[in-house]
C-alpha cells in the first residue's frame, strides 16, 4: 500500500534536493526575492517545485497539488500532495547548509506520508501511516529523555506570526525550563531530528501551512513522536502553536509555553 507514492515522492525530492545542492553557494542577488518581511523565495525554489510537480503529475495525474510556490491543483480524488520545494530557503540564501525538500500526501485533508530530504547530509527521511519511519531506510525512533530540563528544545515561528513580543516570551521560557534551546529555520528537518531521536521536542508558533509541517508530521509521529496544538489538543493548521515532542515530556513543554 503506498509503495508507489513512496517510491515517486523519494525520487523526487531527491531529484529536487540535487537541484538545490548544485547551485547553492553559487547564488546572485538577483535570484533572491522578498515575497514580504521574513519571507524570501529564490529562483531554485521554482525549478525545484516545477521538478516535483511534474514527476508526481506525470504518475498521478488525478492527484491534487498543494505548493509553496504554485502550481496549486484541486482534486476530487480526495488525495493531495503537499509540497515544500526547499524548507529552510533564508538558510540556502545565506549559504547556511540547513535547509530540505518536503513532500507529503494527504488523503481527505489527513497525511498519510511524508518525504523529507536533507540535500546536504544525503539523508531521506520517509514514513508511511502505519509502517513506521526510516532514514536512509533504517527504522529510527524518538529520544528517551524524561526531563524536559535535560532535553533539546527547537523553537520555529511562521511569517504570520504576529510580533516578536510573543516569539521572545516563548523563547525565554524554554530557555529557562530546557537544557538546550536553538532555532534551524527548517521545520521539516526538526521533526526529522525529532523522529531519530537528535532533539527532544519543538515548538513552532503561528498559523502554519500543509506544506510546512506535514511530511514532517508522518515521519515524527511514525517514529513515537506526539504532535498536538500549544494546548494539548489535536494540531490544526490555524493553531496559534504546533507542539511535538518524543512523548516524554510532552506534558511538561506545554506547561511551559501556556
Same mark, same amino acid.
Given at each position: ?8 515522492? &523519494? ?5 529536487? *534536493?540535487?537541484?538545490?545542492? $548544485?547551485? +547553492?553557494?553559487?547564488? !546572485? ?45 484541486? &482534486?476530487? @480524488?480526495?488525495? &493531495? ?16 547548509? =540547513? ?6 500526501? #494527504? ?6 506520508? *511524508?518525504? /523529507? ?12 501511516? *502505519? ?20 532535553? +533539546?528544545?527547537?523553537?520555529? !515561528? ?8 510573543? #516569539?521572545?516570551?516563548?523563547?525565554? $521560557? ?6 538546550? /534551546?536553538?532555532? @534551524?529555520? @527548517? ?5 526529522? =531530528? ?21 511530511? *514532517? ?17 489535536? +494540531?490544526?493548521?490555524?493553531?496559534? !502553536?504546533?507542539?511535538? &515532542? ?13
Amino acid at each position: 500500500m503506498l509503495d508507489r507514492e513512496l517510491q515517486t515522492a &523519494t525520487r523526487a525530492a531527491t531529484d529536487a *534536493g540535487r537541484l538545490l545542492k $548544485r547551485h +547553492f553557494l553559487t547564488l !546572485h542577488a538577483r535570484e533572491i526575492h522578498q515575497r514580504r518581511k521574513h519571507d524570501l523565495v529564490t529562483d531554485y525554489d521554482r525549478r525545484a517545485n516545477r521538478l516535483i510537480v511534474r514527476r508526481l503529475s506525470a504518475v498521478f495525474p488525478n492527484h491534487g497539488i498543494v505548493a509553496e510556490e504554485g502550481d496549486n491543483r484541486p &482534486t476530487r @480524488s480526495g488525495y &493531495t500532495w503537499a509540497i515544500d520545494p526547499l524548507d529552510g530557503t533564508i538558510n540556502y540564501a545565506a549559504e547556511i547548509p =540547513y535547509y530540505a525538500v518536503s513532500i507529503a500526501l #494527504t488523503v481527505n485533508g489527513v497525511p498519510i506520508l *511524508g518525504v /523529507v530530504y536533507a540535500p546536504d547530509t544525503k539523508e531521506t527521511s520517509t514514513a508511511v501511516v *502505519g509502517k513506521g519511519a526510516r532514514r536512509n531506510r533504517r527504522r529510527i525512533r524518538v529520544s528517551k529523555t524524561t526531563k524536559l530540563r535535560d532535553a +533539546f528544545i527547537d523553537l520555529e !515561528h511562521t511569517v504570520a506570526y504576529p510580533g516578536p513580543q510573543r #516569539t521572545a516570551s516563548v523563547t525565554q $521560557r524554554c530557555l529557562t525550563a530546557a537544557a538546550h /534551546v536553538r532555532r @534551524s529555520g @527548517s521545520a521539516a528537518l526538526d521533526l526529522c =531530528y525529532l523522529a531519530s531521536g537528535h532533539i527532544d521536542g519543538m515548538v513552532l508558533s503561528g498559523p502554519a501551512n500543509a506544506w510546512d509541517l506535514y511530511a *514532517g508530521i508522518v515521519i515524527a509521529r511514525e517514529a513515537g513522536a506526539m504532535v498536538s496544538d500549544g494546548r494539548g489538543q489535536p +494540531f490544526h493548521l490555524r493553531s496559534k !502553536h504546533f507542539v511535538a &515532542t518524543n512523548g516524554a515530556i510532552h506534558r511538561q513543554l506545554l506547561k511551559v509555553i501556556a
